[in-house]
């Protein structure tokens, strides 16, 4: 249910436009400055993280929003989650997608033929999100960009509400989807507390609507509460869902929120562990997961990083892994090169040849085969499928990119009837 217009433009030269000179990074859980911009923006290049902000003062907003888009180069595509999903699933002609979020004309402009707009969701205004893109080894003052990644940020009010969501749930009656994406969770972080507790409560019922014969994907992305991450894991949305897809950053907070795994590990250090992201995923599945004795409808985590994608799933629910997980290796690919197919002269192999299962139960030792590059490992009850991914060298888009992976690997999914 979120949707927007993104602009997408480079860091270092939109805050250049905005007259602000390089200086130490720091991170801001919400952005209230040009200031807190510069310094978050810097922190993160820093480190070559991707991360996502609110910035709270609408006429400031409005204002660096309108310098962004009307800078050179500046380039205006769908944004938000949910909508991307949709653009990417629409790309199939068979597929007819139902899309519920904030859409301005703007958007409404750039949405695929094949995406479903109901009137409700049509506002007069759009909702920017700003794309601050740096690349491999760029540089502003004393800062040098490890790798090209990007620092998104907004005030989107609407999107924040979850304003669509019950425009959604009211409007699959009559649309019959065989599958629901549910993405915007993230934006409610600009709200205060109790209005976001609130909100949640009420998207908890509104998705408890949803038939239970249809199944539930929903797409995490970068948080910083962990108190309200936690309410999403432990009290409500989790057991709701069937399936989530996460990146690294992701997978790491949802562990620190939750006292799992590996919980006092500060931040990954280059290619993410394999064993400590599998002994993460295990432990979603085993403890928020379904079980013989539990009431939750989780049975498939989809994980991406840069290198390599994991899908795992509880045994008996899903089918056609080896496709799924290879579908989302290859959209990464394809996409951030902006080719039709994988070129091999554009792409290179940053994925671990060998890696141990786990860190923390005696684990078992892999090698990569070229000739069978999706590697399927078991543990109690519980089956992993990792691959490789060829990363795109020079990277025309990032934007989506977890969004495309999500959504073609659960395009390849087979769901069994339960």
């Given at each position: ?13 939109l ?24 310094e ?6 820093e ?16 204002h660096?929003?309108?310098?962004a888009?009307?800078y ?16 990417k ?42 794309i601050?893109?740096y690349q491999a ?5 004393q800062?040098?960009?490890p ?11 609407s999107?924040?509400a979850?304003?669509m969501?019950?425009?959604?749930v ?10 629901v994406v ?8 600009g ?25 539930i ?35 790491l ?63 008996g ?6 496709a799924?997980?290879?579908a ?5 690919g394809t996409q951030?090169?902006?080719t ?7 792409v ?9 299962t786990?860190?923390i ?20 009850g ?5 691959t ?9 888009r ?9 959504a ?11």
């Amino acid at each position: 249910v979120n949707a927007c217009v993104d602009v997408v433009l480079s860091g270092v030269k939109l805050l250049e436009a905005l007259g602000l000179e390089p200086g130490d990074g720091k991170n801001h859980a919400v952005l209230n400055s040009r200031q807190d911009l510069k310094e978050a923006f810097t922190h993160f290049m820093e480190k070559g993280a991707a991360a996502e902000r609110f910035f709270s003062d609408a006429e400031s907003f409005h204002h660096i929003a309108q310098t962004a888009s009307e800078y050179p180069g500046a380039q205006l595509y769908v944004g938000g989650n949910a909508a991307l999903i949709g653009q990417k699933l629409a790309t199939n002609p068979d597929l007819k997608i139902l899309l519920c979020g904030p859409v301005g004309p703007k958007l409404h402009e750039l949405l695929d033929d094949n995406v479903v707009v109901p009137p409700e969701s049509m506002q007069e205004r759009d909702e920017f999100h700003l794309i601050l893109e740096y690349q491999a080894g760029e540089e502003w003052g004393q800062v040098r960009a490890p790798n090209a990644n990007r620092f998104i940020f907004s005030h989107d009010l609407s999107n924040g509400a979850l304003n669509m969501l019950e425009v959604f749930v009211s409007s699959l009656d009559e649309f019959q989807p065989d599958l629901v994406v549910l993405s915007g969770l993230h934006m409610m972080e600009g709200q205060s507390k109790e209005m976001r507790q609130r909100r949640l409560m009420e998207a908890v019922a509104s998705i408890s609507d949803i038939p239970t014969d249809i199944p539930i994907h929903l797409e995490l992305a970068s948080m910083t509460d962990q108190d309200f991450m936690s309410n999403i894991i432990h009290q409500q949305v989790f057991p709701l869902v069937n399936s989530i897809g996460l990146n690294e950053q992701e997978l790491l907070f949802l562990t620190q929120s939750a006292s799992g795994p590996h919980a006092a590990l500060a931040s990954w250090s280059g290619v993410p562990d394999v064993g400590v992201v599998s002994d993460i995923l295990f432990w979603i599945l085993k403890e928020h997961g379904k079980t013989a004795e539990r009431a939750s409808d989780l049975t498939r985590v989809h994980f991406h990083t840069l290198a390599y994608h994991i899908l795992v799933t509880v045994d008996g629910y899903w089918g056609n892994q080896v496709a799924a997980v290879a579908a989302g290796a290859r959209a990464a690919g394809t996409q951030a090169c902006a080719t039709e197919t994988i070129d091999t002269s554009k792409v290179f192999l940053k994925a671990p040849l060998e890696f141990v299962t786990s860190q923390i139960e005696a684990p078992s030792k892999i090698s990569l085969n070229p000739d069978e590059p999706v590697v399927h490992w078991h543990r109690e009850g519980i089956s992993f499928h990792f691959t490789p991914v060829l990363v795109c060298k020079d990277p025309v888009r990032t934007v989506g990119l977890g969004d495309a992976i999500s959504a073609e690997g659960l395009l390849y999914s087979e769901v069994y009837p339960q």
